[in-house]
């Protein structure tokens, strides 16, 4: 607790990364073999045993190639599309190190900073039950909800802290956590934190840490902001590169033109299916009323976004996961923060801004090699900026013009789910789960959701 006045927000740049500015290129360590299994890869046997009691019983290839090298103690930087298995790949290997070891309260040695909110719960999900099998506690900490929890655990010697930047920070400013004691630290989703504006906080968080500690950055673009991370905070990592961002093969994508008065019901049409259906809008207004829309229309519908409580989220979140709910209709704060097996379609109610958006609205879809369906709903007017992300994004969609009752929505919705008479307000919150439980139960309800990952 001594060291309290060294790890402040002010705190100058550490050493590492002081010697890493200059160093060109960030990426020179050669890659050790590729693994056929977890036990190949030296994931210890609790682990393995973890693994395997819920389900999973052999590597993706992106956790193939960066347990070995994770297990090492290498610095890794990791480029996956969504849904490659990304999680994983840093998840094993942080409870492996920090496996036979000492943690003093509110000192953690393993931290993974994520974007947001449903992210952070998502990783815990996936990294509690493994952290269990080898003896190790998991602490998640993000705004909108109560501080004093977090604290609480905190104090209680989490081993490994799983949180967003801003959130960290208040709590260090606080005394309320050290990141002197790091052995390990993650990065997740590295780009989507330079697009919300988190950079300069992570790099003071990475600064507070250890300069000889492992670093592990997993992305699904590695673009100037996050180079500029890796080259600062990087010591000649293995770079993995599993996959453009290029949307994956398994998805089909079509782009219908449509009358502005017809958005609701060509949303309907399509959501109207008995599949699970993501429908994304621009604002958070945007998402609340068409939410109401389908509800009204006998397709109850949770939403998501930034208005909502951090509790109504996770219910929204937890209906939709446990099927409670066939539809969710989301602002991009869910494009990363979903992650729950089986989404057939993906409906861009509203077309993106640009194509890293696009790209990971509809990685919601087609996770861990199953296929899926991308719908972009355009106006005439918006034609020419949606044939240009279109364009960047690598995509060449089925076109056409279409009313709500054209047949071509039909069959892209498949079998009609029977209809359900519900009053014209928004969808009750449904009690949720425990974002995480003990023992391979939780674990396999973590990895239905993020296997993908």
């Known amino acids: 607790m001594s060291a309290l006045s060294t790890e402040r927000l002010s705190a100058p740049r550490g050493r590492r990364s002081q010697a890493r500015l200059a160093a060109a290129p960030y990426v020179g360590s050669a890659p050790l073999p590729q693994a056929a299994s977890f036990a ?48 994983l790949g840093f998840a094993i290997p942080l409870a492996a190190r920090l496996a036979d070891g000492y943690t003093s309260a509110c000192r953690p040695r393993g931290l ?47 081993d490994i802290v799983v949180a967003c930047p801003g959130r960290l920070a208040d709590l260090i400013e606080q005394g309320h956590c050290h990141l002197g004691d790091v052995e390990t630290s993650v990065l997740d989703e590295a780009d989507h934190m330079a697009d919300l504006g988190f950079l300069p906080v992570v790099r003071r ?53 449509i009358a502005a008065s ?50 109504a989220r996770e219910r929204n979140l937890a209906s939709f996961a446990d099927g409670a709910v066939r539809v969710i209709v989301a602002t991009d704060v869910a494009a990363r ?6 989404i057939d379609l993906v409906i861009h109610a509203d077309p993106p801004t640009e194509h890293k958006a696009y790209l990971h609205r509809s990685g919601r879809t087609a996770r861990a090699g199953a296929a899926g369906t991308v719908v972009t709903l355009q ?8 044939r240009a992300l279109m364009r960047k994004a690598g995509v060449i969609p089925l076109t056409a013009a279409v009313t709500a009752a054209a047949p071509l929505l039909r069959s892209i919705a498949g079998e009609p789910a029977p209809p359900v008479t519900l009053p014209p307000v928004r969808p009750p919150a449904i009690a949720a789960a425990p974002a995480t439980g003990r023992g391979a139960a939780a674990m396999s309800a973590g990895f239905r959701g993020r296997r993908g990952r």
């Open 205 to 257: 968080l990475l600064d507070m840490t250890p300069p000889g500690g492992q670093r592990m950055l997993f992305s699904a673009t590695l673009d100037a902001a996050v180079d500029v991370l890796a080259r600062r905070f990087m010591n000649q990592p293995v770079h993995h590169d599993l996959g453009s961002v290029e949307a994956p093969p398994a998805m089909v994508h079509h782009l219908l033109t």
């Open 112 to 158: 993974v900073l994520v974007p947001t909110r449903e992210l952070a719960s998502q990783v815990h999900a996936v990294l509690a039950p493994l952290a269990e099998a080898v003896g190790l506690s998991v602490a998640t900490i993000y705004g909108g909800v109560p501080q004093k929890p977090q604290v609480a655990k905190l104090r209680d010697r989490a």
């Open 379 to 386: 106006a005439q007017p918006q034609a020419a900026d949606v």
């Open 40 to 87: 190949g890869a030296g994931v210890p046997a609790p682990l393995v045993a973890a693994l395997a009691a819920a389900g999973i019983t052999a590597p993706f290839p992106i956790q193939a190639d960066t347990l070995p090298d994770a297990l090492a103690g290498r610095d890794v930087l990791g480029r996956g599309k969504t849904g490659s298995g990304k999680t």
């Open 262 to 311: 017809d958005r609701v019901g060509v949303v309907a049409a399509l959501a109207g299916g008995t599949g699970r259906s993501l429908v994304f809008t621009r604002t958070k207004h945007a998402a609340s009323r068409l939410a109401r829309q389908l509800t009204a229309n006998g397709i109850p519908a949770a939403e998501l976004h930034g208005d909502l409580s951090q509790g």
């Open 337 to 342: 923060g979903i992650h729950v097996d089986g």
